[in-house]
T-cell receptor, first 113, second 110 residues
Framework: DTGVSQDPRHKITKRGQNVTFRCDPISEHNRLYWYRQTLGQGPEFLTYFQNEAQLEKSRLLSDRFSAERPKGSFSTLEIQRTEQGDSAMYLC???????????FGPGTRLTVT | GENVEQHPSTLSVQEGDSAVIKCTYSDSASNYFPWYKQELGKRPQLIIDIRSNVGEKKDQRIAVTLNKTAKHFSLHITETQPEDSAVYFCAASTPGKSTFGDGTTLTVKP
């Protein structure tokens, strides 16, 4: 499968714990995006990378959230001290540099109890 | 920042009828407008898109129109089929950032 992949697909954690998600984009895609989606809503932009550089970050992203893409390939999204309000589907997408079409991964569903 | 409004939130049509979903956006810098279909429990899938230098684009039963002056764009699905039932999202994008509408749940009744 040469599409965008995400791991894990599901994560259940207790409030206050830290979680980390991984995204592997389509191999030749330079841009990588993270979104959060809650039930009944559209995906909400969190941040995006061009190669290893994080070029934009939503002001909605609190300091408990951090994302990295150290080698310009896969990316990780970490949430520290999780809260119940963090429960959502976390989607990753990738695109070519200079291309607009974003291809989404299957998402990681986070449940904070 | 960009704000995208999408209407209606739910739409029910008979098989074979047409369906129209409308979106408005606020940021004149947005220059790319994709539409995604999301089935329950699955990832959003791009179904059609339009760039700001084009007014209309068609792909088989699906078409999108864009009015830059009025800042609105629409998705048209003709000859709907039960497999078209899903949630549809519009988005307004600048390079690196997309703002999505809240979705339209389309139900096509056989």
């Amino acid at each position: 499968d040469t599409g965008v992949s995400q791991d894990p697909r599901h994560k259940i954690t207790k409030r206050g714990q830290n979680v980390t998600f991984r995204c592997d984009p389509i191999s030749e895609h330079n841009r990588l995006y993270w979104y959060r989606q809650t039930l009944g809503q559209g995906p909400e932009f969190l941040t995006y990378f061009q190669n290893e550089a994080q070029l934009e970050k939503s002001r909605l992203l609190s300091d408990r959230f951090s994302a990295e893409r150290p080698k310009g390939s896969f990316s990780t999204l970490e949430i520290q001290r999780t809260e119940q309000g963090d429960s959502a589907m976390y989607l990753c997408a990738s695109s070519l540099l200079g291309g607009d079409e974003q291809y989404f991964g299957p998402g990681t569903r986070l449940t904070v109890t | 920042g960009e704000n995208v409004e999408q209407h209606p939130s739910t739409l029910s049509v008979q098989e074979g009828d047409s369906a129209v979903i409308k979106c408005t956006y606020s940021d004149s810098a947005s220059n790319y407008f994709p539409w995604y279909k999301q089935e329950l429990g699955k990832r959003p899938q791009l179904i059609i898109d339009i760039r700001s230098n084009v007014g209309e684009k068609k792909d088989q039963r699906i078409a999108v129109t864009l009015n830059k002056t009025a800042k609105h764009f629409s998705l048209h699905i003709t000859e709907t089929q039960p497999e078209d039932s899903a949630v549809y999202f519009c988005a307004a994008s600048t390079p690196g950032k997309s703002t999505f509408g809240d979705g339209t749940t389309l139900t096509v009744k056989p």
